[in-house]
């Protein structure tokens, strides 16, 4: 399974952005699916997560009511629409897949596979 990300970019504190991560290799319509992130100097941290159908979805409290997590299975594709963007999201974004049946993961430890990741940056 390959994951890359797209989407990043340098936008202005309040402005919004859309990440996608194209998944290749085998279809992930089974898999659970989510976004973690790194800022510069910090621990890796669970941004959201989504289940299989979209019919679950976990948020971290920080972006929680600002981002969204969502995805199309015809496309193989995971989405994360980030609004009111503030400096603090400020990060390398990662995409992630998890195994079919498992959980909607928060810790970096029980990722199955990760992207490369895409530089978000949010000035003041």
């Known amino acids: 399974v390959e994951l890359v990300e797209s989407g990043g970019g340098l936008v202005q504190a309040g402005e919004s952005l859309k990440l996608s991560c194209a998944a290749s290799?085998?279809?992930?319509?089974?898999?659970?699916m989510g976004w973690f992130r790194q800022a510069s100097g910090k621990e890796r941290e669970f941004v959201a997560a989504i289940n299989w159908n979209g019919a679950m979805t976990d948020y971290s409290a920080s972006v929680k009511g600002r981002f969204t997590i969502s995805r199309d299975h015809a496309k193989n594709t995971l989405y994360l629409q980030m609004n009111s963007l503030k400096p603090e999201d400020t990060a390398v974004y990662y995409c992630t897949a998890n195994f079919p049946g498992s959980h909607l993961a928060r810790s970096g430890a029980e990722i199955n596979y990760w992207g490369q990741g895409t530089q978000v940056t949010v000035s003041s």
């Open positions: 290799g085998r279809p992930l319509s089974s898999y659970s």
